[in-house]
């Protein structure tokens, strides 16, 4: 019987697929482990697992949120601030922001939404 491959070792493997241009078989190959392993409950983290992966690769996978579509120059402001070699912005558009971006990471988040600074305001008391 197989043992339990670890998430990070399944996060090696599709990052290396993915710079061998083999990630399409990989996945399918990573859906069908987790599938026949029983741990279906853990394809986010495992996820979450291959983003740290590619971001110690030098490869961020950002996750923004905004009120309206993000401009080129912030973007470009985006790509500067994470400082990666290369980087993938997954763009989400969030009207209950009000204003502002919300930037994250593998392992970091930058909140400067409106919505953000209107609480810190009312903890504060101001």
Partial sequence: MQGKISRRKLAQYAVEAYENGTLSEALQELAA???DAR?????ELVVRAIEDELATRGTVIARVASARPLTAELEAA????VGAKEIAILETTDQALIGGVRIETPGKLLDATIKRKLLALRQAKV
Wanted: proline share 0%; charged share 25%.
């Fill in 78 to 81: 985006i790509t500067s601030l």
């Fill in 33 to 35: 482990y987790l599938i």
């Fill in 39 to 43: 741990r279906l409950r853990e394809a």
